[in-house]
């Protein structure tokens, strides 16, 4: 089972976040660059998924150069080999855009399943995925949790929650996964994975590689264009619930977040 | 000058850094309180790569250089002592000797299985009346036609008595010289080879999941071939090997140092007092400000140090120094971390109280910071 897993680079979540001056975009100096938490589900699943069919993971990855530590990352995990696209133009790309070099490098892959995180941690679009199962013309798995593949390698049987219910969906291949928590622990790069990466096959591919035209792409081809970033408000101090008895403070704590929170 | 450390070092060090925070930051705090070695911890370091990291592909190591190793030693140490002190000395102490002393039999035999994780293995050097004066080692090997009878006994041995330990490196006398100082050498003994007994020892300040032993030797009989290099050389071997181990204490002092800087970073910009986070008191920025500066000096020296190493430059003044203010500058920042956290890093409950007590190993074990300075004034032709 031959698989791809589009991989995301996003700023570390534990990283302080600061706005840059011009109120549209983040500072990026000091940030700590880490695989899409979702992404890395992806990847995971994929080497789960090759240990028991065979066959070989692929990653992709989008962005500047930094993004090839990321790639290695995953190569060290144990995937097979990487591909990056990168090119100056790609700078400010949206999601639909993103989707687009993406399915350019797809369409010369092998694969009977793609990976993508659910949303990227950073813009929180989660369109990537279903817009490049929609460009390469294949079933689209959103938020997946669990995934099961048929003996023959040749469907899957997949889980999404829904409101506490579970939609067990099944699709032929090839297919597109989006990733959500829950569908495994990522293992980590082990030291002789890491070795190993060293001297797996990593490609990078500009747009014109790929034979896209660069005006489509980057900040002046964005569909959407962000007018401006604020930090989120100061957390409000917290509220401790009074009462003698659990029970008390239990009915308290209902009676507040009916009133006051409007939870319910 | 080159400060950037390779893409495989920072794949390393995020990648130890995670499994440190998820696998062993949850248990570290209960296993201190029990005092307890953790196979399961042990078995998932192992899984991860952590022994035998510098030792070659050939006999099973990670064939990593000297600055990845002391990377991953200083992140593991980031969030606990112990588990460094399993890593470092299992690394630096037990596979050492093994693979720069040992002949080609002696490393295919131990090598693969200690790389893997599978086995440890002790380093007996110190004895109850020989420490400092290391050289005064009263274990005696006599050789009896083809087998070394030892007697003796050895103590503070790290990692010698765990259910997965396979054996020690011993000095000991085997001889007098034709100057009439004692002729040392290293011996190779098996576990479970009779009149060979380690016994655990408990009540540890610190470091109190690492496992230490006393091992005693009551005519216990090894082969011949169980000598480590040629006779006669066993001390020069074990300071070479301390000279390697001391880049590894030193990168638990940067750990530890780190640990508690970024525990009390965090902590000083949540705890509110007088109506405001106590980091914005002066006094309190201040000192985060001299641990971040304490702790970039220590990492500079120290990655200096290893990079000697692997550069194949003498490296002995260095290692020593960086050993030596490592250790004192986690000396300094555990005492300011506890400081920051006021009452609450009096109690168990907050790691910084493990790393206070967990830091003072580091200015005794493998040479004393008296010894270090000993060491550099030699080295600097001041002694
Ligand atoms: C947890 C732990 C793990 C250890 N693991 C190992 C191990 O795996 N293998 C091993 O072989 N050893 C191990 N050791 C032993 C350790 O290396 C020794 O404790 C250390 O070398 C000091 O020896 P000592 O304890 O006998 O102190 P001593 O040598 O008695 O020193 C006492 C004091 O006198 C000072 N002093 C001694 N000589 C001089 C001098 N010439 N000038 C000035 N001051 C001096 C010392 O600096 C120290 O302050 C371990 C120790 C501990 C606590």
Redesign the interface.
Known sequence: MNIVVCLKQVPDTETQIKIGPDNKSIVTDDIKWVINPYDEFGVEEALQLKEKFGGEVTVVGMGPKRVTESIRTALAMGADKGILITDDALEGSDSLATAKALAAVLKDLEYDLIFTGQRGVDDDMGVVGPALAELLGIPNLSLIVKVEAAEDGKSVKVNRPVEGETLVIESSLPALITAQKGLNEPRYASLPGIMKAKKKPLEEKTLGDLGLDAAQFGEGARKLKILEMTPPPERAAGKIVEGETPQEKAAELAKLLHEEAKVF | MDFSLS??Q???R??VR??AEKEIRPVARELDEKEEFSHETMQKMA????FG?FVS?KYGG???DYV?YII?TEEIARVDGSHAATVAAANSLGVGPLYYFGNEEQKVKYLPKLCSGEALWGFGLTEPNAGSDAGNSKTTGVLEKDQWVVNGSKIFITNASTRITTGVTALCRTGTREDGRPELSCILIEMGTPGFEAREMHGKLMWRASNTSELYFDDCRVPQENLLGPRGNGFHQMMQTLDGGRLSIGAMGLGGAQGCFDLSLQYSREREQFGKPISNFQVNAFKLADMALEIECARLILYKACWLRDNEKPFSKEAAMAKLHCSEVMYRCANHAVQLHGGYGLMKEYDVERFYRDQKLLEIGEGTSEVQRIVISRLIGAL
Do not use: K, R
Not at chain 2, 47 to 50: I, K, V, Y
């Open positions: 893409m495989e920072e794949i390393l995020n990648s995670d499994f899984e991860l790569g952590l990291m592909e990670q064939g990593m990845s991953a």
